[in-house]
């Protein structure tokens, strides 16, 4: 059953949805959930990551890359969710793949996570959008790397255009975003992971709450070593 589907049922059996809420309303809900575990998860890959990088010296995969024009590519994606970006499956959507011309070095999310295990000293918890199909806009995360440093950025649908966040190339969008200290001003509105933690914006964001806490967290459970299924 489609994840978003799901998930309005247990708002309508919980009693949130009202009586005359149009799926747009109860999807903006859903959205909304999504979009704070998203921002959550943004946080958590983000800490791993610069966490590598005090340990190694460099980031993921920084040391792979075979062209400075080349930036390295992890699309963090379930299985399922990978069926719709990666052209050999028949669910494949082009206008959804970002490295359809292969401008992109792409390594794998399983070995992302392999190395980032591997040099923590570690098993992680593996975060991934709790979106389960995508709809108008992509879903998942993107951590990219270049010899300056990393960026990743997440969807924030409900989050709109602010000082802290922009629209992707599909004009409709929103994306947040966090980068290395050698890679924020090569992307519009990267910020620093402490700087993003700090800003009012997202403060107010991450305070917003979940209408189904219990839901997100079970989709994360799912999800939490889909890698290595």
């Not at 708002?11 to 959205?31: F, K, N």
């Not at 490295?99 to 070995?111: L, R």
């Not at 409709?172 to 090569?186: D, F, H, K, R």
């Amino acid at each position: 059953m489609n994840k978003i589907v799901a998930y309005l049922i247990v708002l309508v059996l919980a009693g949130i949805a009202w009586p005359h809420a149009s799926y747009a309303d109860m999807e903006q809900v859903y959205q909304r959930d999504a979009d704070q575990a998203r921002l959550s998860h943004l946080l958590y890959w983000t800490g791993l990551i610069e966490e590598y990088q005090s340990k190694t010296g460099s980031y993921p995969f920084q040391e792979q890359l075979l062209s400075k024009d080349k930036p390295g590519l992890v699309r963090i994606l379930t299985k399922e969710q990978q069926l719709y970006v990666f052209p050999n499956s028949d669910k494949y959507v082009a206008g959804l793949d970002n490295n359809a011309n292969g401008s992109f070095q792409e390594f794998t999310v399983k070995g992302f996570v392999a190395e980032l295990e591997d040099k923590l000293g570690r098993e992680i918890e593996e975060k991934y959008d709790i979106q389960r199909v995508p709809t108008r806009s992509p879903i998942g995360y993107n951590y990219f790397v270049t010899e300056n440093g990393y960026l990743l950025w997440v969807t924030c649908i409900t989050c709109g255009v602010t000082e802290i966040s922009t629209l992707l190339m599909d004009g409709y969008t929103p994306t947040v975003n966090i980068a290395s200290e050698g890679m924020v001003g090569e992307v519009h509105k990267a910020f620093l992971r402490k700087n993003m933690i700090n800003h009012p914006t997202f403060k107010t964001w991450q305070g917003r709450g979940y209408k189904k806490e219990g839901y997100v967290r079970h989709v994360e459970q799912q999800n939490i070593h889909d890698s290595k299924r």
